[in-house]
């Protein structure tokens, strides 16, 4: 058994004096693609994202290069943009228990922001100056807001018993301007977890400095977004119920909750950084 000890203890002090470890600090940018799902037309615009990374891989030097792990801590903001041409149906009643059938549809146009941070877990290696990364990352968002503004919105009320429409009036529901500007705060998933790939080139400026170029790909495979598209509506025309002001309340939802039953985005881009080696060789 004390041989076992003391052979497990000189492995790990031979590693550890052999080890390389760098210190990295740099700036990503590129572009976000929501990849939303969604039963309406849909049609998204290239978002924006950009980073800082402090960043750090501990190497064990091989035959075949330095093969090790790479972790850190990252903050963030992304801004995307999409376009949606809807339409929803539902089933409301008046006073007198008339059935009525809705139709609402129109263009919605919505700009997500988000700020957020990421932990990385990442396998690394190095070989001749090439560098690669493979892992996973769990990023949290700090903050979210929405803005979505609806174009052309249409309601109309189809009356069964009586076989009429009623398009676009008050007696049915109807939008008013300040219904078709709004905002939305905590609209992105809180917590996400991210496929994550890089590669590139490490340039050697001295024993202990080196300037790094990488391409960077992170899919979101999993996320908290909640939606509730099948059971809430955008424009949500509420029953009839007074017959003294026989007016609806209309009521303009979230659009990432009532429209997209699943979002898993993709990032691509471009990380420059500073790296600065420690251990020895």
Not at 190 to 205: D, K, T, V
Not at 254 to 281: C, D, H, M, W
Request: charged residues 15%; contains cysteine.
């Amino acid at each position: 058994m004390k041989r076992i000890i003391i052979c497990l203890a000189s492995i790990l002090m031979t590693l550890t004096l052999s080890a390389q470890s760098v210190l990295s600090f740099g700036l990503r940018g590129g572009w976000d693609f929501l990849l939303p799902e969604t039963g309406q037309k849909t049609q998204e615009k290239f978002g924006m994202s950009g980073a800082f990374d402090f960043g750090y891989t501990y190497y064990i030097p091989t035959k075949h290069g330095d093969w090790g792990i790479h972790t850190g801590l990252s903050a963030g903001y992304v801004k995307n943009i999409l376009q949606l041409d809807f339409e929803q149906q539902s089933t409301n009643y008046d006073y007198l228990t008339n059935e009525m059938l809705y139709t609402t549809s129109g263009t919605l146009d919505t700009k997500l922001h988000q700020a957020f941070l990421e932990v990385p877990v990442m396998a690394a290696v190095r070989y001749k100056g090439l560098v690669a990364q493979l892992g996973m990352k769990t990023q949290f968002s700090v903050w979210s807001e929405a803005n979505q503004q609806l174009k052309n919105p249409y309601i109309d009320a189809y009356y069964v018993p009586f076989e009429v429409h009623v398009p676009n009036e008050l007696i049915t529901g109807v939008l008013s301007s300040a219904d078709l500007d709004r905002k939305q705060t905590g609209v992105a998933p809180i917590f996400n977890l991210l496929l994550s790939a890089r590669i590139g080139y490490e340039f050697e400026i001295d024993a202990m400095n080196k300037i790094g170029i990488v391409a960077y790909m992170d899919y979101n495979v999993w996320n908290t977004h909640k939606s509730s598209a099948d059971s809430r509506l955008l424009i949500d025309v509420a029953p009839i119920t007074e017959s003294s002001y026989p007016v609806p309340a209309v009521t303009v939802n979230n659009a990432f909750s009532t429209l997209i039953s699943k979002v898993n985005p993709l990032q691509i881009g471009i990380s420059v950084y500073y790296g600065l080696e420690l251990g020895r060789k």
